[in-house]
Nanobody, 120 residues
Framework: QVQLVESGGGAVQPGGSLRLSCAAS????????MGWYRQAPGKQRELVAI???????NYADSVKGRFTISRDNAKNTVYLQMTSLKPEDTAVYYC??????????????WGQGTQVTVSS
């Protein structure tokens, strides 16, 4: 089994920064694409950023220029560096990764979610 554990969320003032981490552990042969999603109250979960196994990235228009996604394959960890935070960034952030196990099985896994609150 695979578990994704998120950390780094919290409360910050507008213009501040946070760095989210998501570490995968368990039966992992290799990871595929990894991404960050967020869900604000009353809103549908949306993709924030994604990084492929080869390191190519894509971002939601709302976070381009402010957020940076990266990964450390040796640690099976994905990061989201968030800068110039705005109140509209307030949401629960979830990581997701595709995982190949030692038996050639593929599955997607979700982190437990971490709260990010941006307010004065």
């Amino acid at each position: 089994q695979v578990q994704l554990v998120e950390s780094g969320g919290g409360a910050v003032q507008p213009g501040g920064s946070l760095r989210l981490s998501c570490a995968a552990s368990g039966s992992i042969f290799r990871t595929d694409a990894m991404g960050w999603y967020r869900q604000a109250p009353g809103k549908q979960r949306e993709l924030v950023a994604i990084i492929s196994s080869g390191g190519s990235t894509n971002y939601a228009d709302s976070v381009k220029g402010r957020f940076t996604i990266s990964r450390d394959n040796a640690k099976n960890t994905v990061y989201l560096q968030m800068t110039s935070l705005k109140p509209e960034d307030t949401a629960v952030y979830y990581c997701n990764t595709g995982v190949w196990d030692g038996r050639g099985r593929f599955a997607n896994y979700w982190g437990q979610g971490t709260q990010v609150t941006v307010s004065s």
